[in-house]
C-alpha cells in the first residue's frame, strides 16, 4: 500500500479555461482575467491538503467484481481527497453566487483529477515493469463498493471514511483502474 500525504496540485489556468468552457460558465462575466483565475488556483490550492492512498489486489481476490472495471491480471483502487479544509471554502464560494461556487466546483473537479493521474502515474511504472498497461479510470459511485474499497485502503489512514453513502471530506473520489497485460507485436521479417 502506498500513502503520499501533502504533494503539490497544479490548477492550471488554461484548464480551468477549458472546463468552465465546457461547463458554461463565462469566466470573464464572473470578472476572472487571467490574474484572477491564477489567484483563484492560489486560493484554492491554500485551502487543499491532498493525500492519496492506493493498492493493487492480484487475481483471484474476492471483491474483483465489485471494484476491477475490466477484468484483468490485477486491479488498483486509488483513494484521493483535498482534505477538509476545502469544503469550507466551497461552501463560502456558494455564499457569492451560484456560479462561483459552480466554478469552486470546477476547481475541486481539477484538483481531484490531478491527485488521482499522481497516483496512477506510479502505479503506470509498477505496471510497466510488469509488462501490463492500466485501463482508464472507473470512478467507484455504488456505496458498497466504495465502503469496500475504504475497507482495502484503510481509509483512516488519510482520514476519509463513509458517512451517509458519501465519501467524508466531501473533497475526496475513489477510482480503480484494471491491470492488462500487454500484446507485443511481432515484427515480419523482411525477405
Not at 469544503?87 to 469552486?104: C, D, H, K, N
Amino acid at each position: 500500500m502506498h500513502k503520499v500525504r501533502g504533494f503539490k496540485l497544479t490548477l492550471r489556468p488554461a484548464e480551468i479555461k477549458r472546463r468552465a468552457k465546457k461547463a458554461g460558465l463565462d469566466l470573464l462575466a464572473l470578472g476572472l482575467d487571467d490574474i484572477e483565475i491564477q489567484r483563484l488556483a492560489a486560493d484554492a490550492a491554500k485551502n487543499m491538503a491532498p493525500a492519496v492512498l492506493f493498492d493493487t489486489f492480484k487475481h483471484p481476490d474476492s471483491d474483483a467484481a465489485a471494484l476491477s472495471p475490466i477484468p484483468g491480471l490485477a486491479y488498483s483502487v486509488i483513494l484521493a481527497t483535498l482534505g477538509p479544509g476545502f469544503a469550507p471554502a466551497l461552501e463560502r464560494a456558494q455564499g457569492i453566487s451560484s456560479e462561483m461556487y459552480a466554478v469552486w466546483g470546477l476547481l475541486q473537479e481539477i484538483a481531484l483529477d490531478e491527485a488521482v493521474r499522481f497516483a496512477s502515474t506510479i502505479l503506470e511504472d509498477e505496471a510497466g515493469r510488469e509488462s501490463c498497461v492500466l485501463s482508464p479510470w472507473n470512478a467507484l459511485q455504488d456505496p458498497a463498493a466504495i465502503q469496500t474499497a475504504l475497507f482495502k485502503l484503510d481509509a483512516a489512514k488519510i482520514e476519509v471514511r463513509l458517512q451517509d453513502g458519501r465519501l467524508d471530506p466531501a473533497a475526496s473520489a475513489v477510482v480503480s483502474l484494471s491491470w492488462l497485460a500487454q500484446v507485443k507485436t511481432r515484427s515480419k521479417k523482411k525477405e
